[in-house]
């Protein structure tokens, strides 16, 4: 079993929608990353969260520390947020971070 | 700009053919890192350090070599590259390791083919 799964694997949806991205972890964590890789293939940082809620724009990230699940969504989709979305959590009492392997995310005007 | 800089950017080279992907950051980050991007398994850590003079082994470390010489500076280095080391490669910093929460900056990657 993975350690970070993400759901669903790959994401359509039409400009306007609202998007909903999620990520368990089996693991114990200090926080948990969102990343976003664009189709040319760079990689960004877009949250950083060990409790709570943040939000950024239209993108809100949230997570459940005792239930080991976070999700990122993003409200009004645009085509502008076609990308592969990320979570990645760093193992407890080592110096890596382990990744999901992405959600492929397509919207379409 | 803060930034992480790797190069090159593209490369196809053949097997047994030592090669060089230099990374650079200028963020004064202790921590570094190589991972590789394959379809269908996420990003895989191959070699990480601490700090000048500190490397250890990734989950993938197999074929790959790297130094840290200088805060800013972690090459990675594949000896003899065989058809398997094929993939994307990502270079990343953060101020201090995992698990301290610390955002991670990525650079733009090296897309590598061996043939």
């Known amino acids: 079993k993975n350690e970070v799964e993400q759901s669903p694997q790959n994401l359509t949806a039409q400009e306007g929608e609202f998007i909903t991205i999620n990520c368990s972890y089996s693991v114990g964590i200090s926080a948990l990353h969102w990343l976003q890789q664009h189709p040319g293939g760079g990689i960004v940082s877009l949250f950083m969260?060990?409790?709570g809620k943040k939000k950024h724009g239209r993108l809100i990230a949230t997570i459940n520390i005792q239930e080991k699940h976070s999700s990122l969504h993003i409200t009004a989709s645009h085509p502008r947020d076609s990308a592969v979305y990320i979570c990645a959590v760093p193992l407890y009492n080592t110096d890596k971070l382990i990744f999901g392997t992405g959600t492929r995310l397509q919207v379409f005007p | 700009e803060a930034q992480v800089t790797q190069n090159p950017r593209y490369l196809i080279t053949v097997t047994g053919k030592k090669l060089t992907v230099t990374c650079s950051q200028n963020?004064?980050?202790?921590?570094m890192s190589w991972y590789r991007q394959d379809p269908g398994l996420g990003l895989r850590q191959i070699y990480y350090s601490m700090n000048v003079e500190v490397t250890d082994k990734g989950d993938v470390p197999e074929g790959y070599k790297v130094s840290r010489k200088e805060k800013r500076n972690f090459p990675l280095i594949l000896e003899s590259p065989s058809p398997n080391q094929t993939s994307l490669y990502f270079c990343?910093?953060?101020?201090?390791?995992?698990?301290?929460?610390?955002?991670?900056?990525f650079g733009p990657g090296t897309r590598l083919t061996v043939t």
């Open positions: 969260l060990s409790s």
């Open positions: 963020m004064n980050h202790e921590y």
């Open positions: 990343a910093s953060s101020l201090l390791a995992p698990p301290v929460a610390y955002e991670q900056y």
